[in-house]
């Protein structure tokens, strides 16, 4: 069976700003329905995934994503009717909202959220599937997040939990998978979301409301958690069934106010400090309002699954949904002792509900093998025509030197890495989910002070208090880092501390607190870059790496060699490894 799972709502931004003509850019973001994304499985493999901003260049894009539809197909060698079930990962028919809410929620229920609306996005995008209405399904979100994390961790019995901002109407759900069945143990109402708490603060701060979370991650360590600690203590209310409540995001009473949440920020800025301009400097107050919202992300988080491990005896615990890319909670939890093992989907944000969405239908449908997810290369692959030919369009602005294998580009790569330059690496298949995993790189040497400072301006262009990340071999992980040996970290999605003795000499990779959102890089999921990694030992004397995704600050991954070619033009990278070719700019 070929099933084609999808996540997105193209219009509910356009919806929004139609109700609203006047509102602000930054409040229109406050809508689900965005980091639309296609997965494709063939008889229970997934066989290839990708969000729609790699296609279409808009960063978190919400647009129908035909692109990555196409693209799933097309790298199958599959005709778009040769798809036996589209299936989206939202469905909001149980929930009646024509009968039961707002003039204004039946609107938008009628033009973004319904099943008519959606039939007519596949029509309108992807004409040559004609009606097709009968391929067309729905899973609930929460489900989706759930399959995505529980048939793709490898266990047969563990608990789930999913954490996002809103799906439908929950925000919270928790589930015991076993025997490739999901049973629903625990939900919880959008009203009271942790997610939507968390993204209110981050736009408060000035930052973007369902894009910048995770600047307020690495933002969190600079401040004191204990400046704003009583208002979170007052407003996240931790209940003993493991739930949770938060009064001010019910102040909202006005469409407008519902829309904007625009009482609960009101509060904000009455109890906490005024709303930050995003071109205004960051203070101290900034910092501390940061770490007091992570503590209290840290706390939620240990609360609901410290609840729900208890109940159910398990052990081992699988995560999704976009609460779940917090790295520095999952550190935490990691720490813990909650839990044996944990596994955090990849792609825990909405891209990755279209993988579940697929996976959810295909456990329903006709079974599922439940197998731990390699290391996501799902994305397309350019042949060395396609390197080549691109190459050749900017002949006069760049030299090539060609290598004859894998080993000859990685010691020159090395070698690059160990004399100070910043390499951008681009190789093989993309990646699935938010982190650069080896295959769309930008690296460097971790050991040399200016290089944070040097990446985060001249390369990345962004924030100077932006931490980078380390990959680094499976074997050697545990001699810089607090894990125990052969520790699998293969995701990038948690942050563990750096070994006392050795964060003066990692100066690059380690925040200000110690800790460092560590990559561990096997030879068997991740061989290419895992050679690498090698080679950068046998120069350095470390098999590590600063790594960090080919892009600069606005926008997506690159995904094609033209996008690769014209950043690294476009920016203070050294050079560039095409494939098994050398490019630097003449002169």
């Known amino acids: 069976m070929k099933i084609i799972g999808w996540s997105g709502f193209e219009n509910a931004m356009a919806f929004k700003a139609g109700e609203f003509p006047d509102m602000d850019l930054r409040d229109l973001r406050i809508v689900q329905g965005q980091d ?49 079930a589209f299936v989206h990962a939202f469905d ?78 929950h925000s919270i759900s928790v589930w015991h998978g076993k025997g490739g069945r999901l049973e629903c143990i625990h939900k919880q109402s959008a009203d009271h979301s942790i ?62 106010e519902r829309e904007t949440y625009g009482k609960t920020r009101a509060l904000l800025g009455e109890k906490l400090l005024p709303a930050r301009d995003p071109e205004a400097d960051i ?34 615990l699988a995560m999704a949904g976009g609460v779940a890319l917090n790295c520095t909670a999952n550190g ?25 969405a697929a996976l959810a239908h295909a456990a329903e449908s006709e079974g599922l093998a439940n197998r731990r997810m390699p290391v996501p290369f799902l994305g397309p692959d350019y042949d060395e025509a396609a390197l080549d030919a691109e190459l050749a369009k900017v002949a006069e602005r760049v030299e090539v030197e060609r290598f004859g294998s894998l080993s ?29 995993l080896g295959h769309r790189s930008i690296l460097a040497d971790p050991g ?49 501390n750096v070994r006392e003795a050795h964060r003066e000499s ?20 991740n061989a290419a870059f895992h050679e690498l990694l090698r080679h950068v030992g046998q120069t350095t004397g470390r098999e590590m790496v600063l790594n960090t995704s080919f892009n600069v600050k606005g926008q997506p991954m690159v995904n094609t060699p033209q996008e690769a070619v014209e950043t690294f033009l476009g920016t203070g990278i050294d050079v560039l490894f095409l494939g098994d070719r050398c490019v630097r700019r003449k002169g």
């Open 506 to 525: 990692l100066p690059a990779i380690t925040h200000v607190d110690g800790t460092a959102r560590v990559q561990t890089v096997s030879a068997e999921s």
């Open 448 to 496: 040399r002070p200016e290089m944070r400072d040097r990446v985060n301006a001249m390369v990345k262009m962004r924030e100077a208090f932006r931490p980078f990340a380390p990959a680094v071999t499976l074997e050697s992980v545990q001699d810089w880092f607090e894990v125990e040996p052969g520790s699998e970290l293969p995701y990038m999605i948690f942050i563990v």
């Open 36 to 84: 639309s994304a296609a997965a494709l499985l063939v008889d229970g493999e997934i066989v290839a995934a990708g969000a729609e901003e790699r296609f279409n260049g808009q960063k978190h894009s919400g647009a129908f994503p035909a692109g990555a539809i196409r693209y799933c197909a097309a790298s199958a060698g599959l005709e778009l009717g040769e798809i036996d």
């Open 283 to 316: 203070t101290d107050a900034h910092r501390d309002l940061a770490a007091s919202l992570q503590d209290c992300l840290n706390q939620v988080i240990h609360h609901i699954c410290a609840h729900f491990a208890r109940q159910s005896g398990l052990r081992k």
């Open 92 to 169: 909001y028919r149980p929930y009646k909202f024509p009968h039961s809410r707002t003039e204004l929620a039946k609107r938008r229920y009628r033009e973004v959220y319904s099943r008519e609306a959606l039939l007519r996005r596949v029509r309108d995008s992807l004409p040559e599937l004609g009606e097709a209405a009968d391929k067309v399904h729905h899973v609930e979100h929460h489900l989706a997040h759930a399959a995505s994390a529980y048939y793709t961790s490898g266990w047969d019995d563990c608990l789930v939990t999913v954490l996002d901002g809103m799906g439908e109407v």
């Open 332 to 356: 935490k939890l990691l720490y813990s002792g909650l839990f044996d093992d944990i596994y955090v989907q990849p792609a825990a944000a909405d891209d990755g509900a279209a993988l579940g």
């Open 408 to 436: 000859e580009t990685c010691a020159a790569a090395a070698r690059c890495i160990a004399d100070g330059q910043v390499v951008a690496w681009f190789r093989g298949r993309m990646e699935f989910g938010p982190r650069a």
């Open 195 to 256: 997610g939507v708490l968390y993204s209110l603060v981050t736009l408060h701060l000035g930052f973007d409301f369902n894009s910048d979370e995770y600047k307020i991650m690495g933002l969190a360590p600079y401040g004191d958690p204990a400046r704003f600690q009583g208002f979170f203590e007052e407003q996240v209310e931790l209940h003993d069934d493991g739930s949770l409540r938060i009064p001010c995001l019910g102040l909202n009473e006005t469409p407008l």
